[in-house]
């Protein structure tokens, strides 16, 4: 059992949702394009949940929050606002990212996209606004690493992010970290 303690994967994975993990025991040749993952932080050895985006021997880009894989695009589909109650939620306690200002107890809204990996697989993603981590460097996933994002784009620290710098992110994860794939409902 798997429980979210962030937004970082809302609107799939609220805090406090807890879900069935299938462990994986190595066999990492089952890891698809879209999968969300439990794994272990490559350096502080915390768990985290994030998605698959991009595999070994594949290059990513972020322009304008789009991903780029391998040179192509991921469509991205505007759908219905996200809304939750603005107020604290989960284990962390936090206040949900709002695109409006709401008092306390009030509807916080969030632009949201359905957004399909490059095996056809599609997922929900939001967007709060326009930041730094919408664009990025290419990066080129080696052999044996898997890039991973939160779908609150906005408010994860994942790949994107250096294990080092002025935000610890989590950078590339290694394989032998993944503990498990958490399983749809």
């Known amino acids: ?35 969300v993952v439990l794994f272990l932080h490559p350096i502080n050895n915390w768990e985290y949940l994030d998605r698959v985006i991009a595999l070994g021997g594949e290059t990513l880009q972020m322009i304008d929050g789009v991903i780029w894989l391998n040179g192509d695009p991921l469509p991205q589909v505007k759908i219905e606002d996200y809304e939750v109650p603005f107020e604290r939620t989960g284990p962390s306690n936090f206040l949900p990212m709002c695109q409006n200002s709401p008092k306390f107890g009030e509807i916080c809204r969030t632009e949201q996209f359905v957004e399909t990996a490059a095996n056809g697989r599609s997922y929900q993603v939001l967007n709060v606004r326009v930041s730094r981590s919408d664009n990025t460097e290419v990066f080129t996933i080696p052999d044996g690493f898997v890039f991973v994002m939160g779908d609150h784009r906005d408010n994860s620290i994942d790949s994107r992010f250096a294990q080092t710098g002025p935000i610890e992110g989590i950078g590339l994860v290694p394989l032998e970290n993944i503990i498990g794939i958490v399983e749809d409902d």
């Open 1 to 35: 059992m798997v429980q979210a303690m962030s937004q970082s994967m809302a609107p799939m994975f609220e805090p406090g949702n807890c879900r069935h993990a299938r462990y994986l025991n190595g066999e990492y040749e089952r890891l698809q394009h879209g999968d």
